[in-house]
């Protein structure tokens, strides 16, 4: 993950296009339960918390979710969002 920051440290400008690709990774991680890798994935993710929130926003408003995540339930893929806009906070 060569764009990624120290933990909690605001890093490097990263694309939209890459932090999008570390969110659903972190998203698809929580649904398998694969939280040790699923921790890892949102250190990355972190540091970039206003673009990730916008981010964020998107996927929860969206109707047809990132096909990753489609076989997530609704309410499922919601409580992990929730879930990644808190650790953000």
Excluded: W
């Amino acid at each position: 993950m060569e764009d990624a920051a120290e933990p909690g440290r605001p890093g490097p400008e990263i694309s939209e296009k890459k932090l999008n690709e570390y969110i659903i990774r972190y998203l698809r991680q929580m649904a398998d339960g694969d939280l040790d890798e699923a921790q890892s994935t949102a250190d990355h993710i972190v540091p970039y918390r206003r673009q990730a929130l916008s981010i964020l926003n998107g996927i929860a408003k969206s109707d047809a979710p990132d096909p990753e995540l489609e076989d997530i339930p609704q309410q499922v893929l919601s409580g992990l969002i929730r879930n990644l806009r808190v650790r953000m906070s």
